[in-house]
């Protein structure tokens, strides 16, 4: 947790005003009733505040503010219950919007988690504060106890869970975001865009910019300049944008991203020394946003970076999942949008790298992986691993092959016997 901590405020801080104020639960002031601090490694201080089952018991803690400001309040806890509910209060007031907290369990009691109070159905709750100091009182408001490690408050624009945005906060993300992102994200798919089912991709500037699968939004937050443009083909049942070039002599570059309309998988196929930089390929734009029960969360994404230093190929992130060919890897980079960019190293079959992962919902156990191996001279791409056709097709997926030659180009070829050459560049 403590790991986690550091990581997380290390994502965000580029862009946060106000200082973080952490507070330790096992240094409370005041137990108005029957509390225990227990000795639990994985909390933040190696303590934690338990044993409050009962309706009333308040624990109060006192913390000093250095920088008055509008803060957002987060906490840390472990809980093996489904849920409890606590009421928050400042001073000795509600909190508005806070009179009733419902806070999700954790799993266990020995699993630490996070979240960022927010009112129901609304975006977090900002809580001003003065210089000088004050008192944080949590109060059981029902009848189950709950592990409470620590409490930070902290800038807005300091990310330490996932939290829901509020319509303002959804707006002013958008904002910040290069064009063609804002506008996939605010209006959806346009022409120009690959869009099939619940997937819609959008690309500018050489890039896979923006795109939204089912009910998660990734973006690249910044402009990026090539010049390459993409093109759009249809092998039904499925749709596809490919980029080409020769950069210099002796090397040439393909990009393919292919969608059956539950997921796309995104391959890149190079010839030449430098075509992937490092020896990893990167491509997939990080994950900012998620619908829940219909309400935008923004991630947090120093837990996915974390994630991602697991060396693993599969990446579950709210109903998607992103697995690639190999582990993936991701550096968080900062920004006026900290994001997490995503790579992998590429398989090898004598000049020719190729490197491809796929982003959709694990529709059945099997498909939550991508299979890519070397074939003779070829480097064949199956968007999903171990799918007969006949099961592909009981579940309604769209199944694809996609054979890379040594030249990089590609034979493209759908479960329903339909096929697109692209040629070298
Ligand atoms: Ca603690």
């Given at each position: 947790?403590?790991?986690?901590?550091?990581?997380?405020?290390?994502?965000?801080?580029?862009?946060?005003?106000?200082?973080?104020?952490?507070?330790?639960?096992?240094?409370y002031t005041e137990a108005g009733g029957q509390v225990r601090v227990l000795d639990r490694p994985a909390a933040s201080g190696g303590k934690c505040v338990s044993y409050w089952e009962e309706p009333g018991v308040a624990v109060t803690c006192a913390f000093e503010v250095a920088?008055?400001?509008?803060?957002?309040?987060?906490?840390?806890?472990?809980?093996?219950?489904?849920?409890?509910?606590?009421?928050?209060?400042?001073?000795?007031?509600?909190?508005?919007g806070l009179e009733d907290v419902l806070l999700p369990g954790t799993g266990t009691w020995a699993d630490f988690g996070a979240i960022t109070l927010a009112a129901p159905g609304a975006g977090r709750a900002r809580i001003p504060l003065t210089a000088g100091p004050h008192t944080?009182?949590?109060?059981?408001?029902?009848?189950?106890?709950?592990?409470?490690?620590?409490?930070?408050?902290?800038?807005?624009?300091?990310?330490?869970?996932?939290?829901?945005?509020?319509?303002?906060?959804?707006?002013?993300?958008?904002?910040?975001?290069?064009?063609?992102?804002?506008?996939?994200?605010?209006?959806?798919?346009?022409?120009?865009?690959?869009?099939?089912?619940?997937?819609?991709?959008?690309?500018?500037?050489?890039?896979?910019?923006?795109?939204?699968?089912?009910?998660?939004?990734?973006?690249?937050?910044?402009?990026?300049?090539?010049?390459?443009?993409?093109?759009?083909?249809?092998?039904?049942?499925?749709?596809?944008?490919?980029?080409?070039?020769?950069?210099?002599?002796?090397?040439?570059?393909?990009?393919?991203?292919?969608?059956?309309?539950?997921?796309?998988?995104?391959?890149?196929?190079?010839?030449?020394?430098?075509?992937?930089?490092?020896?990893?390929?990167?491509?997939?734009?990080?994950?900012?946003?998620?619908?829940?029960?219909?309400?935008?969360?923004?991630?947090?994404?120093?837990?996915?970076?974390?994630?991602?230093?697991?060396?693993?190929?599969?990446?579950?992130i709210d109903g998607v999942v992103i697995s690639a060919n190999e582990p993936l890897a991701g550096d968080l980079l900062s920004g006026p949008i900290p994001w997490v960019q995503i790579a992998w190293p590429p398989i090898i079959a004598g000049d020719l790298k190729v490197a491809?992962?796929?982003?959709?919902?694990?529709?059945?156990?099997?498909?939550?992986?991508?299979?890519?191996?070397?074939?003779?001279?070829?480097?064949?791409?199956?968007?999903?691993?171990?799918?007969?056709?006949?099961?592909?097709?009981?579940?309604?997926?769209?199944?694809?092959?996609?054979?890379?030659?040594?030249?990089?180009?590609?034979?493209?070829?759908?479960?329903?016997?339909?096929?697109?050459?692209?040629?070298?560049?």
């Amino acid at each position: 947790m403590r790991i986690a901590l550091a990581l997380l405020l290390a994502a965000s801080v580029a862009s946060a005003d106000l200082p973080s104020i952490t507070i330790e639960a096992e240094e409370y002031t005041e137990a108005g009733g029957q509390v225990r601090v227990l000795d639990r490694p994985a909390a933040s201080g190696g303590k934690c505040v338990s044993y409050w089952e009962e309706p009333g018991v308040a624990v109060t803690c006192a913390f000093e503010v250095a920088e008055a400001g509008d803060y957002c309040l987060t906490l840390g806890y472990a809980l093996q219950w489904p849920d409890t509910r606590r009421e928050v209060r400042v001073d000795g007031e509600v909190v508005p919007g806070l009179e009733d907290v419902l806070l999700p369990g954790t799993g266990t009691w020995a699993d630490f988690g996070a979240i960022t109070l927010a009112a129901p159905g609304a975006g977090r709750a900002r809580i001003p504060l003065t210089a000088g100091p004050h008192t944080l009182t949590l109060t059981n408001i029902d009848s189950r106890g709950l592990a409470w490690d620590y409490a930070i408050f902290h800038d807005p624009a300091t990310l330490l869970a996932d939290v829901p945005l509020s319509d303002a906060e959804l707006a002013v993300f958008a904002e910040a975001l290069p064009a063609t992102a804002r506008r996939l994200l605010l209006d959806g798919p346009a022409e120009g865009d690959l869009a099939l089912g619940d997937v819609a991709l959008a690309f500018s500037g050489g890039m896979m910019q923006a795109l939204r699968v089912g009910d998660v939004f990734l973006a690249v937050p910044r402009d990026v300049e090539m010049p390459v443009e993409w093109e759009h083909h249809r092998v039904e049942p499925i749709a596809l944008a490919t980029i080409s070039g020769v950069p210099e002599a002796g090397h040439a570059l393909r990009g393919v991203v292919v969608t059956n309309g539950t997921s796309f998988v995104t391959i890149m196929a190079g010839i030449g020394e430098n075509t992937m930089s490092d020896d990893r390929a990167s491509g997939i734009p990080s994950p900012l946003i998620v619908w829940r029960n219909g309400r935008p969360w923004r991630l947090a994404l120093g837990a996915m970076e974390q994630k991602l230093g697991q060396g693993e190929r599969v990446l579950p992130i709210d109903g998607v999942v992103i697995s690639a060919n190999e582990p993936l890897a991701g550096d968080l980079l900062s920004g006026p949008i900290p994001w997490v960019q995503i790579a992998w190293p590429p398989i090898i079959a004598g000049d020719l790298k190729v490197a491809a992962a796929k982003v959709g919902p694990p529709l059945t156990p099997a498909d939550t992986r991508i299979e890519v191996h070397a074939d003779g001279e070829d480097v064949v791409v199956r968007s999903s691993v171990d799918m007969p056709p006949a099961l592909a097709q009981f579940y309604g997926i769209p199944q694809f092959e996609v054979r890379v030659h040594p030249d990089v180009s590609m034979t493209i070829t759908t479960d329903a016997g339909e096929t697109l050459e692209l040629r070298a560049p």
